[in-house]
């Protein structure tokens, strides 16, 4: 079992900056693979990065790569999003999931492979 809550969603003007925030709980297990998704209205959840907890390694959408970053603090709890150059469209519903790295290394950076999720935190960009 793990836990994850977000926190730092906001609203923000194109090209400023927000950062997200997941605390992560429970079970190291089913939490040393982290990511981070976005749903706007109307469209489907779509995956924004993903980190494994054990060797740092990143994975980004292509859509927001070189502009945003995962990371995670040194203590493993908790994991960041930092988001930059921010454009209307990166506009959603911002969630944080876990789950065992064996699944996402066997399914990639898909919703299915995440079984424990946030409740999501707004992000709006205006133009």
């Known amino acids: 079992q793990a836990q994850v809550v977000e926190s730092g969603g906001g609203s923000v003007q194109a090209g400023g900056s927000l950062r997200l925030s997941c605390a992560a709980s429970?079970?190291?297990?089913?939490?040393?693979?982290m990511g981070w998704f976005r749903q706007a209205p109307g469209k489907e959840r779509e995956a924004v990065a993903r980190?494994?907890?054990?060797?740092?390694?990143?994975d980004y959408a292509d859509s927001v790569k070189g502009r945003f970053t995962i990371s995670q603090d040194n203590a493993k709890i908790t994991v960041y999003l930092q988001m930059n150059s921010l454009k209307p469209d990166d506009s959603a519903l911002y969630y944080c999931?876990?789950?065992?790295?064996?699944?996402?290394?066997?399914?990639?950076?898909?919703?299915?492979?995440?079984?424990?999720w946030g409740q999501g935190t707004q992000v709006t960009v205006s133009s």
């Open positions: 999931a876990a789950a065992p790295k064996q699944a996402c290394v066997a399914r990639g950076m898909v919703a299915a492979a995440f079984k424990y």
């Open positions: 429970g079970n190291t297990f089913s939490r040393n693979c």
């Open positions: 980190l494994y907890r054990d060797t740092g390694s990143t």
